[in-house]
């Protein structure tokens, strides 16, 4: 009869384990055990992908020395078959020897997958366990389903530890993930999170529904598993290590939402201003997946981007005047009696940088387009008493948003004669490679540049506008003040300006480097 008691080893690695595991991989053994050395300081909990490694027992020797010399480091070792979603192509029997082996060389919890355990002798299992803990892993690459039949099905195998990680396709299956985690973690050691881009919710709150811990990768580009998030972001962004049961939790949804720099400022923010809360970017296939979420998680604040903006309007309770006027919402508050409030954040985006510089009654003010931005603008700033003309590449909804905010709409061929305090573009051209720009050269009379677009941080049109002597505001402006408004609706707290420019410069610019190097790179080959 096998002992479903844990061994002495377990029984103490809980009170040794932090929340986030680094699993690091390596193209050889060296390779392996120097980014073990350098994460080491900052991650004392590490997994060695040992299936990673064409030849995984030549690293053993290796990983020993660094666990002597690193008592302090907690590790896994790994060696997934590829039935099971990893990269060894050896036998049942070589992968419970390399285990054993990595055992010896000090790793603490070894990680068998379900389907090897279906294939062992429980005695062969238990050996494993004499020397470390057992986490019996499970991982589903396509959907998260049948949680409690399969953690039913592992429990016939005495572990330590049972990890089941599955897909989220929608983000109500992170929902999913933390009731399981929720409901019995109490009676077994679990780690469970989803993969995927839609996992991301799973990965940030599943410690706090009861996984031990989470998985991380050292890198972008270096992840082990779909959607996997880097320690550093985890930990810088994230603030992993704090979220509780009382942590507030904040998103932006909208499809696609990857590139989204919302994250990153409001997450600065909040830990500027020491606020218990967490901000993640919620990739929404539809809007009933996300409403269910913000019930069940429950979500306190929602940024709405493309292509949700008008839609959610028939979700809310209610709405300020702004909103009504522009029909289009990009923020949400939840109040405590669960309903929902929607705001229009994007008119202080334009305002705010505006009339910090000028006097905005009677400003004559060019609004090019009239989608939802161009709306914001046009009715903030009439609001102000601004003098408004409309220029949009269709001329029906410019002569619509002008007629309804009493302003005027004009046709290109009138720019000429025209001259502006302030010109706004409201429209995506210039976005991308910047080449491109809604007016020419002899059109922008102007004094000030608005451009709305912040990616990348200087256009076409801001350059020419600059050559013409104006003074541009950059659309990054617009950003931080759109989300510095949605801080002050969700919190009560004045936001965090500098800071949240700060960061959403710094990552504007190192992203503008990613892509200039994987352009070079590119050219170089
Ligand atoms: P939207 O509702 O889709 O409206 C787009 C507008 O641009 C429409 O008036 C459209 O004209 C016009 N347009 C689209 N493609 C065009 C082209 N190739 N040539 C000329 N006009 C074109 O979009 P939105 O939400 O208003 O956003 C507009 C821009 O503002 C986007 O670049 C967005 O990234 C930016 N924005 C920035 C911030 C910020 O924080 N900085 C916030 C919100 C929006 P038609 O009517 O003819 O289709």
Partial sequence: MISAQPTYVPRLLPLRMPRVCVAVTGSDPAEMVDKAESLARDNPFLEFRLDYLPRPALALAKIKRFLDTHPYVVAIATCRRALSGGKFRGSVVSQLNLLAKASAAGCQLLDVELQTATKCKPQQLQKLRSGAALILSFHDFRATRKLEETLQKMLAYPADFYKIVTTATTLSDNVVMMKFLEKQSDKHSLIGLCMGEQGIISRILGVRAGSVFTFASVSPG????????????????????????????????????????????????????????????????????????????????????????????????????????????????????????????????????????????????????????????????????????????????????????????????????????????????????????????????????????????????????????????????????????????????????????????????????????????????
């Fill in 222 to 525: 270096e992840e082990t598993a779909p959607g996997q998030v880097t320690a550093q972001d985890l930990r810088s962004v994230y603030r992993i290590e704090q979220v509780d049961a009382a942590t507030r939790v904040y998103g932006v949804a909208g499809d696609p939402v990857t590139h989204s720099l919302s994250p990153v400022i409001m997450n600065a923010a909040l830990r500027r201003e020491n606020v218990n809360g967490v901000y993640l970017a919620l990739h929404a296939k539809t809007l009933k997946d996300l409403m269910a979420c913000v019930r069940d998680i429950p979500i306190h604040g929602l940024s709405i981007t493309m292509p949700y903006k008008e839609a959610i309007l028939r979700h809310l309770d209610n709405t300020d005047s702004h909103t009504t006027k522009i029909g289009a919402c990009n923020t949400v508050v939840r109040a405590q009696d669960g309903k929902l409030y929607g705001f229009n954040t994007d008119t202080a985006g334009v305002v705010r940088p505006l009339e910090q510089r000028l006097p905005l009654d009677k400003a004559k003010v060019l609004v090019l387009g009239a989608g939802g931005a161009a709306r914001a603008a046009v009715f903030g700033l009439k609001e102000r008493g601004a003098e408004i003309w409309i220029l949009n590449r269709t001329a029906g909804p410019a002569q619509k948003l002008a007629r309804r905010a009493r302003a005027r709409s004009i046709k290109r061929a009138d720019l000429k004669k025209l001259t502006f305090d302030v010109i706004i573009n409201a429209t995506p051209v210039g976005m991308g490679n910047g080449r491109e720009s809604p007016l020419n050269e002899n059109e922008i009379n102007t004094r000030y540049l608005f451009d709305m677009i912040y990616d990348p941080p200087e256009t076409r049109l801001m350059k020419m506008a600059r050559e013409r002597g104006a003074q541009v505001i950059p659309g990054v402006e617009m950003f931080v003040h759109q989300a510095a408004r949605q801080f002050e609706i969700w919190t009560g707290k004045p936001a965090p300006w500098d800071e949240m420019l700060r960061v959403v410069t710094i990552t504007l610019q190192e992203r503008a480097a990613a892509k200039n190097a994987a352009k070079n790179g590119t050219k170089k080959r």
